[in-house]
């Protein structure tokens, strides 16, 4: 847990790491979420350091969603209620 607080980057590149061993599927940007152009397409894992170093919260929400597309796991309670309000309190900074 305090390894990914302190270094998401790291952490989310390691983790999609293990996501691509275990299912055995190629990398595709961002887990496939933004599959327009080439980004739709499988790509080099070296591209992996630059979308978790770059862009760690897309990195982060794309292991989530593969995490619960290939293995089956449903958001529970306390999962959406983290996400709605990760949601309303950017729209607070967005209107403040």
């Known amino acids: 847990f305090l390894y990914g ?5 790291c952490k989310a590149y390691e983790q ?16 496939g979420l933004f599959a327009c152009g ?10 992996l350091c630059v ?5 760690p919260w897309i990195a982060i929400s794309a292991n989530r969603f593969m995490i ?3 293995f089956d796991r449903e958001n ?3 999962d959406d209620f983290i996400i709605t309000f ?3 309190l950017s729209w607070v900074i967005c209107i403040a």
């Open 5 to 9: 607080c302190c270094c998401p980057n």
């Open 16 to 31: 999609r790491n293990e996501l691509l061993d275990m299912t055995g599927e190629p990398y595709v940007c961002c887990a």
């Open 68 to 70: 619960q597309t290939r």
């Open 38 to 47: 080439p980004l739709g397409q499988p790509q080099d894992r070296s591209c």
């Open 51 to 55: 979308e978790a170093y770059c862009c």
């Open 86 to 88: 990760t949601v309303v």
């Open 76 to 78: 529970t309670f306390c």
